[in-house]
């Protein structure tokens, strides 16, 4: 059973950066899309930034675009979000997901999420 573990979050003034980290168990995380993902306190959880198993593209929610970098480390089965210039709106918890297949097109692993607070 692969399991995701986020790590990285905290508390930050506006302007900061902080960088995220998913560590998965298994051997067929490379394989697997991997996405970001947060929910802010009364709100709907978010789509952030997504990238595919050999990093060759990767997507981003507008909010964070030029701002946010995602990436991966297969050697490592870590996936990183890299968060700079960061707003308080950017206050929530940051949860990473995959796309495993078993569930066609859809993000059917989840870890636990860490928390991002951005002070103003």
């Known amino acids: 059973q692969v399991q995701l573990v986020e790590s990285g979050g905290g508390l930050v003034q506006a302007g900061g950066s902080l960088r995220l980290s998913c560590a998965a168990s298994?051997?067929?995380?490379?394989?697997?899309?991997m996405g970001w993902f947060r929910q802010a306190p009364g709100k709907e959880r978010e789509f952030v930034a997504r990238i595919n198993w050999s990093s060759s593209w990767t997507f981003y929610a507008d909010s964070v675009k030029g701002r946010f970098t995602i990436s991966r480390d297969n050697a490592k089965n870590t996936v990183y979000l890299q968060m700079n210039s960061l707003k308080p709106e950017d206050t929530a918890v940051y949860y990473c997901?995959?796309?495993?297949?078993?569930?066609?097109?859809?993000?059917?692993?989840w870890g636990q999420g860490t928390q991002v607070t951005v002070s103003s």
């Open positions: 997901a995959g796309i495993t297949g078993a569930v066609p097109g859809s993000y059917d692993l």
């Open positions: 298994g051997r067929t995380f490379s394989t697997y899309r």
